[in-house]
């Protein structure tokens, strides 16, 4: 379950991850919200043939963006699913990957030091996204 939303499949919920991320990359870059969600619906159309293969628009936008990587290429780790032990994320893990993002992406940050209690998975939401 992603954003209090039932997925009937995989694909169904990759795609909803995919349109979610490239309109926030929309706003972030200067669209207002109903421009970025009809210009989404507008690029995923466009990249049918290569939503999630190599070179596709997923690999494009995880470029862009940590937190898109981690809940798409990582969703195992990230998304809690019946298969796997993954809890639902916290405010605080996107704060994180927005940090990680000014850091590494944008480079508006030089030095970053993350202080934070014992078992908040700072080695999860920090070293493993960053070092895969």
């Not at 039932?6 to 995919?18: C, G, M, Q």
């Not at 979610?20 to 466009?46: P, R, W």
Request: hydrophobic share 40%; with cysteine; aromatic share 12%.
């Amino acid at each position: 379950m992603i954003d209090n939303i039932n997925f009937s499949t995989e694909d169904e919920k990759n795609r909803y991850l995919l349109y979610k991320y490239t309109t926030k990359q929309l706003i972030s870059s200067g669209f207002n919200q109903s421009d970025a969600e009809m210009k989404a619906e507008e690029i995923v159309s466009s990249h049918a043939d290569n939503l999630f293969g190599i070179n596709s628009l997923a690999a494009q936008l995880g470029a862009y963006s940590i937190e898109f990587f981690c809940l798409y290429y990582l969703q195992d780790t990230f998304l809690p699913k019946e298969d796997n032990t993954a809890r639902i994320l916290a405010p605080v893990h996107y704060e994180i990957w927005e940090q990680l993002e000014n850091a590494f992406l944008k480079d508006t940050i030089d030095k970053l030091e993350l202080i934070m209690p014992r078992g908040s998975s700072k080695t999860t939401v920090c070293d493993f996204a960053i070092s895969v």
